[in-house]
Structure formats: C-alpha cells, structure tokens
C-alpha cells in the first residue's frame, strides 16, 4: 500500500464509521422514516446511497467495472447493512491500494460525478477518489443533519449510548 492511496483508504473508514455512528442507537421505526420533504430520504436510504454510489463511482472508475459483487438485493435491517458495508470497505481497501502513488495522476474513463446520470470522460485516479469522497460525506452531512432533528425532537438519544458499538470500531 503506498502512502497517498492508504490515506484514502483510512477516509473511507472514517465515513463508514460515521455512518454508523449515527444509526447505532435508533429505533427501527425511526431508520426508514423520511420526511416530509420532496426529496427526502430516510437514515437507511441515504446510508444504502453511500454504498451504491461509492460502489459506482470507485468500481467503475478504478478497475471499469459497472457492477461488482457485494451488489446484492435490498436489505431490510441495520445488521444486513453493517454487512454490506463490511464488504464494500474491504473491496474499497483491495483496489484502492493496487494504484501507487505514482499512478493517482494517471487519467481513466471515469464518472463526472457519482450523481445519477453518470457520464463519462477522462479524470485523473485522484479526482475520482477525491469527487467520490466529497459526494459520500455530502450523504453523511445528511444522515447527521437528520440524525440532529430527529434527536431535537426527542425520538432518539442526542448520544451514542454507552457500551455500544458497531463492528466498524
């Protein structure tokens, strides 16, 4: 592993981490409830989009890949998510840490922008990481900002409750 892309690696880590930091602790009732906004979207849902568009956007981009096989179908609890995102971690770590450091500058077809629609054109390896990351922590951003309301209004615990832990610690 060299040293720029190990850094990437530890980021990604440290978003998955904070995914669940913010899901440990709340009720299931309270995973799937959206919003009343137009485009709102529940804790699980944008927790599922972070893989899905991770998933997307460094498979595709590193290795040309559209799908790859920690695809899997729709999960229904926190324990099946914590799995997925236990295996789309280790896949992350595999690929990101066969490109050297020397080849982070190296241009690939890769996606603009992890937003659907994807499109195509020439980006350097660092880019596609660095775009990926920002538009994954856009999500946490989210999963934490509802995370807040929902504690506001007494649903949930403002703290992750003691002695508890998810796998990814």
């Known amino acids: 592993m060299s040293t720029h892309t190990g850094a990437f690696g530890v980021v990604f880590d ?10 440990h602790g709340v009720p299931e009732r309270l ?5 009343s906004l137009t485009e709102g979207a529940s804790l ?5 989009q972070i893989l899905e568009e991770g998933e997307r956007s460094i498979f595709k981009g590193l290795e040309g ?24 971690l280790a896949r992350v770590h595999e690929v990101v840490n066969q490109v050297p450091d020397a080849a982070l500058d190296h241009i ?8 659907v629609p994807i499109t195509e054109e020439e980006i350097a390896i660092a880019d596609c990481l660095l775009i990926t990351l920002g ?5 946490v951003d989210e999963i934490q900002f ?17 002695g508890q832990s998810s796998k990814l610690d």
């Open 65 to 88: 890949k559209a799908t790859h096989p920690t695809d899997s179908p729709r999960f229904e609890t926190l324990a099946e998510l914590l799995t997925r995102y236990e295996l789309w």
């Open 108 to 115: 690939i077809m890769g996606p603009h922008h992890v937003q």
């Open 44 to 48: 699980f849902t944008l927790a599922i």
């Open 31 to 35: 995973l799937c409830w959206t919003p």
């Open 135 to 139: 538009r994954l922590w856009s999500l």
């Open 146 to 162: 509802l995370h807040g309301f929902l504690a506001e209004k007494n649903q949930i615990s403002k703290h992750k409750l003691i």
């Open 14 to 23: 440290r978003l998955a981490h904070e995914v669940f930091e913010q899901l």
